[in-house]
């Protein structure tokens, strides 16, 4: 068996544009721009019904995950009846809290990226815990079903918890890790599907990610 796991991060939300405050309006509730659904429907262009049809797919509940994943499924010509969607709250946003997020950068700093426990939320270390516990859900599923396609709708620290967790990196390649735009596709598969895969872990590498810019 190949396996192909594609994995997606929502599209532009109002949030991301300023349009409305998480911590204000909860931030399950945060919908997507025009831009996010146009984002949303180009990404189900490029992954196409063959990829999709027969796929595995998971989305976090959050309401612009579900947009995206109803764009992207739209992009490919499909209808949500035709395919097999499994939305887990595992695969949500990591929780940042109702205090200033920007107030608790200097604290982030000392004590570590992954480690920092926003105040009333998690930890990117918690998160990787939650998305530890889907990948094992998920990899029972994939061997039952026999599927060799993959496709998961959820948010960028997630996204960059599953991938440090599937190809066992450090947790200092974890804090080099930029976040994935809003609708970028990552891409984990067989090293030699990939090409130019930037981490590789025994078997399997990682394609759209990038490393954060070195600081000043």
């Not at 146009?38 to 992954?47: D, E, I, K, W, Y």
């Not at 887990?88 to 109702?98: I, M, T």
């Not at 390649?173 to 067989?190: K, M, Q, S, Y």
Request: with cysteine.
């Amino acid at each position: 068996m190949s396996l192909t796991i594609k994995l997606v991060r929502h599209g532009e939300s109002l949030a991301n544009v300023g349009h409305v405050v998480s911590k204000d309006v909860g931030d399950h509730t945060i919908g997507l721009t025009e831009r996010g659904h146009q984002q949303a429907r180009a990404v189900g262009a490029s992954l196409g019904r063959g990829y999709l049809q027969d796929a595995l797919i998971y989305t976090s509940p959050y309401t612009r995950t579900r947009l995206t994943l109803q764009g992207i499924l739209s992009g490919a010509g499909l209808e949500s009846k035709e395919v097999r969607i499994f939305e887990d709250p595992r695969l949500r946003e990591v929780e940042h809290g109702y205090a200033e997020y920007e107030a608790q950068e200097a604290r982030r700093r000392t004590h570590g990226w992954f480690y920092y426990r926003f105040e009333g939320g998690e930890s990117p270390a918690d998160c990787f815990d939650r998305t530890s516990s889907f990948l094992e859900t998920m990899m029972r599923q994939v061997e039952r079903k026999a599927a060799e396609h993959v496709l998961i709708v959820t948010h960028g620290l997630t996204i960059r918890c599953f991938a440090m967790r599937y190809l066992h990196l450090p947790v200092e390649e974890f804090d080099d890790l930029a976040n994935p735009g809003n609708c970028d596709v990552i891409t984990i598969a067989r090293k030699e599907t990939l090409t130019s895969p930037g981490w590789v872990t025994g078997r399997w590498g990682v394609t759209g990610l990038s490393r954060r810019p070195p600081e000043p």
